[in-house]
């Protein structure tokens, strides 16, 4: 079946220092590839996503390329803020329902 | 504000009692989703409705969980005979049709002491 392999975490930075999760999965067909960001105390946000191979998703300062060679999603940001401390979520999704990675918990340092 | 509105968003209840969230999606997104994440995991897939019909449930949703969408606008989920393994977060979704990304309401936090 689907599944994704996230890093684990915690990740801990300092602002403006460079940001990389790293998302692998596992699918039988072409899936839809996203990343989505929780917040402490909120809801899930979808942060950016990329529907098939080469695609890239942008939002925020984050990107992240569909790569079907590598099976891989990995999401960089170039300099980060301290209001980027949330949990990060790598998905994807073959029909209507997603399947999630365990998530990375990122904190950024003042 | 027209998102995913989700009802309670907490809920302390003790082990045996029954429960029931309401979840009010986008309103013209005829796909809604039950998911429910506990500490430390991604969200895990629970149901998923079409309009009013339930086209598939989990093996994660036991026999003391149901989902309803009557009318194919707002949902349900009530938990019969909680236990203290069902503590996690409830988040309800939706979609429109035919478009693969849903958008997540806040979420209702269970916790059976």
């Known amino acids: 079946g689907d599944s994704v392999t996230q890093m684990e975490g915690p990740v801990t930075l300092s602002e403006e220092a460079f940001l990389t999760i790293n998302c692998t999965y596992t699918?039988?067909?072409?899936?839809?590839l996203f990343w989505y960001v929780q917040y402490p105390g909120e809801g899930l946000q979808l942060l950016l996503k990329?529907?098939?191979?080469?695609d890239k998703g942008s939002n925020k300062g984050f990107e992240a390329t569909y790569r079907k060679e590598t099976t891989s999603f990995h999401l960089e940001k170039g300099s980060v803020q301290v209001s980027d401390s949330a949990v990060y979520f790598c998905?994807?999704?073959?029909?209507?329902?997603?399947?999630f990675g365990a998530g990375t918990t990122v904190t950024v340092r003042a | 504000d027209t998102g995913v509105s989700q009802n309670p968003r907490h809920k302390i209840t003790k082990r045996g009692q029954n429960v029931t969230f309401r979840c009010d999606p986008i309103?013209?997104?005829?796909?809604l989703y039950w998911y429910r994440q506990t500490l430390g995991q991604g969200p895990e897939f629970l149901t998923y409705?079409?309009?009013?019909?339930?086209?598939?449930k989990s093996r994660l949703l036991s026999d003391r969980f149901s989902a309803e969408r009557p009318k194919g606008s707002f949902s349900t989920l009530e938990i019969q005979r909680t236990e203290q393994g069902d503590s996690a977060m409830y988040l309800c979704?939706?979609?429109?049709?035919?478009?693969?990304?849903?958008?997540f309401g806040q979420g209702t936090r269970l916790t059976v002491v």
């Open positions: 979704a939706s979609s429109p049709e035919q478009r693969r990304t849903a958008f």
């Open positions: 699918a039988t067909g072409y899936p839809s």
């Open positions: 990329a529907t098939k191979a080469d």
């Open positions: 998905a994807l999704s073959e029909d209507y329902k997603l399947s």
């Open positions: 309103s013209e997104h005829n796909r």
């Open positions: 409705f079409q309009n009013e019909a339930q086209l598939e």
